[in-house]
């Protein structure tokens, strides 16, 4: 579904329309793909629905996308946000914790509103994607910290620049990881070790470094925390 489809002064009420419909012939599939000038106030039945299996939202607002709180969806394995602003991020995270069997979880180029730190905690998550690309480094993302409890996840991609301080659950059974991440300063070594440490019982790692932060390169305790790894591919750009 997309907004060209939508004529352009009846924008997202229509949509509302269109998504209530589907989700009472117990749809089990959504992909939106809405860009508009107002703030999309999604029917809080999206958000509810037993019978979603799949959620894919890329929604391009200046305002936000308001995610009602104490929300659950039983049946939902694959969630994807994309490009969105969340006022509250707190909802958002809640969401994510009382879906109980979801394997899938993207958020790329999104925004959270009133946390300090993104706690993503799900027990049944197998891929998780967190893509924020620059954005922190215009101080758009909204947090300072990440914590993960996943503990049967399979397989991480992470890009960002580093935040403040990273807490990972044990992930025994992770496979593989992308990570590409942006150094800013000299204390985002540390900070880079911090986070492989998390994850270096992996198998594979996939591990790009961007040094900005002016100072002498200090790679070596990076390079000594994934020695253990029995795939490496690194890539200082």
Not at 39 to 61: A, G, H, W
Not at 122 to 138: A, Q, T, Y
């Amino acid at each position: 579904m997309r907004s060209n489809d939508i004529p352009r002064d009846e924008g997202y009420l229509r949509l509302n329309g269109w998504i209530c419909a589907a989700l009472c012939c117990g749809v089990k599939g959504i992909d939106i793909r809405f860009m508009n000038k107002d703030v999309p106030t999604l029917p809080t039945l999206l958000f509810t629905c037993q019978s979603l299996v799949t959620l894919k939202l890329n929604i391009r607002v200046r305002g936000n996308m308001n995610v009602p709180s104490n929300t659950c969806l039983p049946n939902l394995k694959t969630l994807h946000f994309a490009c969105s602003i969340f006022q509250e991020g707190y909802s958002v995270l809640m969401l994510i914790s009382n879906c109980h069997v979801l394997e899938t979880l993207e958020f790329t180029y999104c925004e959270f509103g009133n946390i300090s730190k993104l706690n993503i905690h799900n027990l049944s998550l197998k891929r998780l994607v967190l893509d924020f690309g620059e954005m922190h480094v215009h101080s758009q993302i909204g947090f300072n910290g990440i914590e993960i409890d996943t503990p049967n996840l399979v397989y991480f991609k992470y890009v960002d620049t580093m935040v403040e301080g990273y807490t990972i659950s044990d992930m025994k059974s992770l496979e593989r990881a992308d990570i590409e991440i942006t150094l800013l300063d000299s204390v985002d070594y540390e900070r880079a070790t911090n986070l492989i440490k998390g994850i270096c019982n992996i198998q594979s790692l996939c591990l790009a470094i961007e040094d900005c932060s002016g100072t002498v390169s200090e790679l070596s305790n990076i390079e000594v925390v994934v020695l253990n790894i029995k795939v490496l591919s690194f890539n200082n750009m």
